[in-house]
């Protein structure tokens, strides 16, 4: 991490000074509202995980340029990747990397997310408004979540209008979040709704989404989906297509993805209209079952009867994972992540995993003391670490498996002011958090 850091200095630092000069002058085919919005994504980097380039019918400048590789979560997860299988160029980058070979091996998300920039060519503006005020899991195979926001209400009105401009689909009413939620049902026959059950199998649609909790086609298992690889990763449940697209929108869409989005990786399956017309009486009509089970309930943390090293914790925990938001400003030109001197809309706490040290300096309160992470807070029996690691197993339970789990689960969004750890990430295993809780109750030495 450290190493991939220092490289191309100079070059980035011009790429950095672009991209904040950039905003000052692309704002011309923005209006004011839809400008604020462009800022807000900014100042927020939606960039560092997000593609948002303007669709063609839009001034290129109104997209937001791409985040520099050396911030950009998924630019350089994918960047590093890509040598996969590339001999030579892995020979190449261990001459100046010499971890790349445990980084291709380590690196498993981050490396392909939805694209905002024509989204709202298919999603309606009211949807994502109210996705931006509690985000949720729509997509099962992708084990990744989106962030909370810690945005105001007029804020993120502002990147909705800009994610519709952008799109190249101008709404003349602003989008707000009293705006009428799913559309009337319609009146459809069960005969039609069957029908449409056998056109959506017999096109294979169920190779690649799920609906509802339902396992529409016996044995595909999560497995199944995660071999599917790419194509398959970004599938949304389609129990939501019946509050996020217009009932024209999905016809149109399942007909020719790419004609709607462009960026979409869903493929062309040639179907008449007819066909996606008998397929949306059924997504869009079909009651939807859920899962009876609920999700479990995160375990007990138990403590491991070995002595654990602080490089173990460091190698499987901190230096992995949390380095990338929490890091040492220092060995990073002044960028210390997003939990230590601020980013992805957070002011930062100026927490520090990437080092010894830091971790023992723990956070900065707002009164400006400094809080011990490694100590429980009154009333608590975990040390705050492992409280805050607990909090996304919570987070997780609610709304990391919407295919399985009931409505109020997927519902309750993440508190924004109290985010679990490691944020948008999935929960740490057990074993994980068996490592670092032993390593603090056998005195957190270095
Ligand atoms: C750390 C990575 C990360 C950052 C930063 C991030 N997002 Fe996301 N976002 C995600 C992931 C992952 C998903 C997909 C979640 C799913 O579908 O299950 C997502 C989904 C979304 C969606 C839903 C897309 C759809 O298909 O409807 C919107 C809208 C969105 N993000 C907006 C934003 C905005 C605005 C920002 C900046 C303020 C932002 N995101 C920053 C990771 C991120
Ligand atoms: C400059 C390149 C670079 C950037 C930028 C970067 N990462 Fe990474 N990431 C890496 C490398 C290299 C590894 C493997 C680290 C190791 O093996 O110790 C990694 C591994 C990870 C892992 C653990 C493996 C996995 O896939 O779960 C997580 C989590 C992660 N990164 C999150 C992030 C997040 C969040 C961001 C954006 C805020 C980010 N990274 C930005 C290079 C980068
Ligand atoms: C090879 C995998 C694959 C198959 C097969 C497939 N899809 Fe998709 N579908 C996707 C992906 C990936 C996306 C989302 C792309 C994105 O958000 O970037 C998608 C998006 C959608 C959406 C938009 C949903 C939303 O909430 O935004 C609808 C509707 C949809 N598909 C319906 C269908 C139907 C109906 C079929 C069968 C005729 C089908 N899909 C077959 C992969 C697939
Ligand atoms: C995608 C970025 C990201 C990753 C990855 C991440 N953090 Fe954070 N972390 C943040 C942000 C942003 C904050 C500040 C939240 C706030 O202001 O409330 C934070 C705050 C924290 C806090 C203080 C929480 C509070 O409520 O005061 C702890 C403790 C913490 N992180 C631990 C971790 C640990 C341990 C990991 C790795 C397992 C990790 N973080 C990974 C972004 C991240």
């Known amino acids: 991490m450290k190493a991939v850091a220092s ?48 669709s063609d019918n839009r001034p290129a400048a109104d997209g937001l340029p791409r985040a520099p590789r050396e911030q950009s979560c998924v630019d350089c997860h994918t960047w590093i990747l890509g040598t996969r299988g590339d001999t030579q160029a892995i020979e190449r980058q261990r001459r100046e990397y010499p971890d790349w070979d445990r980084y291709l091996q380590n690196i498993v998300h981050l490396t392909r997310l939805p694209h905002l920039g024509t989204v709202a060519r298919r999603v309606e503006p009211a949807f994502l408004r109210r996705y931006l005020d509690g985000p949720f899991d729509l997509r099962p195979h992708l084990e990744e979540s989106m962030v909370p926001l810690r945005l105001s209400a007029s804020e993120k009105d502002a990147v909705v209008a800009y994610l519709v401009a952008l799109s190249g689909r101008r709404s003349s009413t602003p989008p707000s979040v009293n705006e009428a939620g799913s559309p009337k049902p319609e009146v459809v026959s069960q005969v039609r709704i069957n029908e449409g059950r056998r056109a959506f ?23 199944f989906f995660k071999a599917l690889g790419p194509q ?14 217009k009932r024209e929108t999905f016809v149109a869409f399942v007909q020719d993805p790419q004609s709607i989005d462009p960026h979409v990786t869903m493929p ?66 002044g960028d210390g992540g997003a939990g230590n001197t601020g980013g992805l809309g957070f002011k930062g706490k100026g927490l520090v995993l990437e080092t010894y040290a830091g971790l023992r300096r723990g956070l900065r309160r707002p009164d400006g003391t400094r809080l011990d992470v490694l100590v429980p807070r009154p009333g608590q029996t975990e040390s705050f670490l492992v409280e805050v690691l607990l909090r996304r197993h919570e987070e997780a339970r609610r709304d990391g498996v919407p295919a399985f789990a009931t409505p109020d689960l997927q519902r309750s969004p993440i508190d924004p002011d109290a985010p679990g750890m490691p944020m948008g990430l999935p929960p740490l295993s057990l074993s994980k958090l068996s490592l670092v809780k032993t390593w603090i109750a056998q005195g957190a030495r270095p």
């Open 7 to 54: 490289s191309a200095l100079a070059a980035w630092a011009l790429l950095v000074v672009l991209v904040i000069a950039l905003p000052v002058f692309a704002d011309a085919g923005l209006n004011q509202q839809e400008a604020e919005g462009r800022r807000v994504m900014q100042r927020a980097q939606c960039n560092r995980c997000h593609e948002v380039s303007a």
């Open 232 to 245: 398959a990763m970004l599938a949304p449940n389609l129990q939501f297509a019946r509050e996020r697209l």
């Open 201 to 223: 199998l017999g096109a294979g649609c169920a190779m690649c989404h799920v609906l509802g909790g339902e396992r529409l086609v016996a044995g595909f298992t999560p497995s």
């Open 268 to 333: 062309n399956l040639g179907l008449s209209r007819e066909q996606a017309e008998s397929i949306a009486d059924f997504v869009l009509n079909t009651p939807i079952q859920f899962a009876v089970a609920p999700p479990p309930v995160p375990p007990a943390v138990p403590l491991l009867d070995r002595e654990v090293p602080y490089s173990e914790v460091h190698r499987e925990v901190f230096g992995l994972i949390c380095v990338h938001c929490h890091m040492d400003p220092a060995s990073n030109r």
